[in-house]
C-alpha cells in the first residue's frame, strides 16, 4: 500500500473516531437533560465515563452498533425491546472478535446516557420476557448507583431461581448467582466492576453470608413437614429475625399473625410461604420469609447454653443492686403500693435484659460473620497466590511451542550433570537466551601464548 493510501486510511479512522465521539458527547448531554424527570435514580460515577474501564469504553464508544442505538433508540421503551431481541449474553467482549465490545453493553452504555428512574429499574428487575433485561438492569445499578442503596435492590433476588447465559458457550447460571456475583466479585469477565467504599464493601459480603444462612435455613424447614404445619398455624409463637437503623439484626420471640400463600400483585401461589408477626416485646408488626423463622428456643438467650457473656452478667449484677435500692426506697409506701411498684420495676428490668441480651447477641453475631468474611477474602488471596505460584515457568512452555526446548529442560540437564561430574550446580536464572554459561577460561603458557601470535601473524600476511 503506498503511502498516500495509509494516509488517506488513517484520516478516514480518525474521521470516525471523531463522529463517534460526537455522537457520544450528544448523548451525554440528552442524558444530562433528563436529570430533572420525577423519579430519576441519581447517578455515583462521572457521567462521561460511568466508571467503565477506559478500553471498553474507547471500543464501545466507536463500535458502528453503539451509534446505531444512540440514533434509532431514543427512549427506555425502545432500548427494552432491543435488549429482548439481541443479547444473548452477558459478557462485555464478543468472542472471535478482537475487543469488540457485546451488544450487552453496547446497549447498558445507552441506558447510562438515557437515565433510568426507579419504577423503570422495578420493571426490569422484575421483567417476565427475558433475563437479560433484568441482569442489565443490575449491572446498571452495581456500574452507576450509590453503593450504600445496593443491597435494597438486589436483597429480593439473590436466590432468583430464573436460567440466564452469562459465559459464551458455558452453561447457564441463575439470575440470583449473577446479582450475587455482582456484589461479592470486583473480576467481571477481563474487566473491574467499581469498588465500593471497604465498610460498605464488606458490609455487603456480611449481609451476603446472612442471606445465604437465611436459604439454607429455609430449605432445611421445607424438607420438615411438622416444622411446616406448626409455621402456618395462626397464633403460633415462634422466634423470627429483626433489624433496623438503631437496632442490629437478631432473633426475637414473635407470634404469627397471617400466613401468606399468594402474591399480592398477581395472585400466584408463592413457592415459599411469609408470614406476619407481631413482635410482643416491642408491638410491632413486620412480614419476613420462610428462613427469617424458627421453632421457640432454637435462638434463645445464652442462658440456656450456660456460657452467657460478661456484658450480661453486669447488666445482671446492676440490675439486682438497683432492685435492691429501689426496694428499700419502696417502704415508706403502703405494702400494696409497694408490690405493684417493685412488680412494674421487676418487668421492666426483665426487659432491660433480655433487650441487652438481644443486643450483645447480635453484635457477637455480626462479629462472628465479620470475622467468617475476612477469612474468605484470606483464602480468596490465598487460592490466587497459588495459582500464581503454580504458572508456567516461560510462555514457551505454557504454549507447548514445538522444535523448542524448554528451559527447564536444560535447567534439568545441567543440573545433572553437575551432579555427575561433581561440578556446582547451575541455577536456571543463571541461564542466558536458554543456553548455559560459557565455561571458565584457564591460563595460557607462554609456549600457546607465543603459537598464537605466530598464527596471527601468518593470517596477517597472507590475507592483510
Not at 446479582?179 to 470486583?186: E, H, K
Not at 455487603?204 to 424438607?223: C, I, N, S, Y
Amino acid at each position: 500500500m503506498s503511502r498516500s493510501a495509509l494516509w488517506r486510511q488513517e484520516d478516514n479512522v480518525k474521521e470516525r473516531e471523531r463522529k463517534a465521539a460526537l455522537a457520544f458527547d450528544n448523548a451525554v448531554e440528552g442524558g444530562r437533560n433528563n436529570n430533572h424527570l420525577r423519579g430519576v435514580i441519581p447517578l455515583a460515577c462521572p457521567d462521561d465515563t460511568f466508571n467503565l474501564h477506559p478500553m471498553l469504553l474507547h471500543n464501545v464508544v466507536n463500535s458502528a452498533y453503539f451509534q446505531r442505538c444512540c440514533e434509532k433508540l431514543t427512549d427506555w421503551n425502545a432500548l427494552v425491546d432491543e435488549i429482548y431481541y439481541e443479547v444473548k449474553h452477558m459478557e462485555p467482549w464478543t468472542a472471535g472478535a478482537h475487543k469488540s465490545p457485546s451488544t450487552a453493553f453496547c446497549l447498558l452504555l445507552r441506558l447510562f446516557t438515557l437515565r433510568c428512574t426507579e419504577k423503570q429499574m422495578v420493571l426490569m428487575l422484575d421483567h417476565v420476557d427475558s433475563p437479560y433485561i433484568r441482569c442489565i438492569g443490575f449491572l446498571y445499578l452495581r456500574y452507576a448507583a450509590e453503593p450504600a442503596s445496593l443491597w435494597p435492590w438486589f436483597e429480593p433476588y439473590l436466590h432468583d431461581e430464573e436460567p440466564v447465559q452469562i459465559c459464551q458457550g458455558k452453561a447457564e447460571t441463575t439470575v440470583g448467582r449473577f446479582a450475587q456475583m455482582l456484589l461479592n466479585d470486583l473480576d467481571y469477565f477481563g474487566t473491574r466492576l467499581p469498588r465500593p467504599p471497604l465498610i460498605i464493601e464488606r458490609q455487603l459480603k456480611v449481609k451476603l453470608l446472612q442471606a445465604e444462612k437465611v436459604e439454607e435455613r429455609a430449605k432445611k424447614h421445607l424438607q420438615n413437614q411438622a416444622a411446616m404445619e406448626y409455621f402456618q398455624k395462626t397464633g403460633a409463637r415462634i422466634q423470627a429475625l429483626y433489624g433496623d437503623d438503631d437496632n442490629p439484626v437478631t432473633w426475637y420471640d414473635a407470634v404469627v399473625v397471617r400466613v401468606i400463600l399468594r402474591d399480592h400483585k398477581n395472585g400466584e401461589l408463592l413457592a415459599r410461604p411469609k408470614f406476619e408477626v407481631t413482635f410482643p416485646e416491642y408491638g410491632n408488626t413486620e412480614l419476613v420469609t420462610l428462613g427469617e423463622v424458627d421453632l421457640p428456643g432454637s435462638y434463645d438467650a445464652n442462658r440456656q447454653e450456660g456460657h452467657r457473656s460478661e456484658l450480661s452478667v453486669r447488666c445482671d449484677r446492676r440490675n439486682e443492686i438497683e432492685y435492691s435500692r429501689d426496694h428499700n426506697i419502696g417502704r415508706g409506701y403502703s405494702e400494696d403500693r409497694g408490690r405493684g411498684f417493685d412488680n412494674r420495676r421487676r418487668s421492666d428490668r426483665s426487659r432491660s435484659r433480655d433487650r441487652d441480651d438481644n443486643l450483645s447477641n447480635a453484635r457477637r453475631e455480626e462479629q462472628i460473620l465479620m470475622e467468617e468474611v475476612l477469612q474468605r477474602e484470606r483464602d480468596k488471596t490465598a487460592s490466587k497466590g497459588r495459582a500464581y505460584a503454580a504458572r508456567p515457568a516461560t510462555f514457551k512452555d505454557s504454549i507447548g511451542c514445538p522444535g523448542t526446548q524448554s528451559v527447564l529442560d536444560t535447567d534439568a540437564k545441567w543440573k545433572t550433570r553437575g551432579n555427575q561430574e561433581g561440578k556446582p550446580r547451575i541455577d536456571r536464572h543463571d541461564l542466558k537466551d536458554g543456553k548455559p554459561p560459557a565455561a571458565p577460561t584457564t591460563q595460557k603458557t607462554p609456549a600457546e601464548l607465543a603459537a598464537v601470535e605466530e598464527k596471527k601473524r601468518m593470517l596477517m600476511a597472507r590475507y592483510g
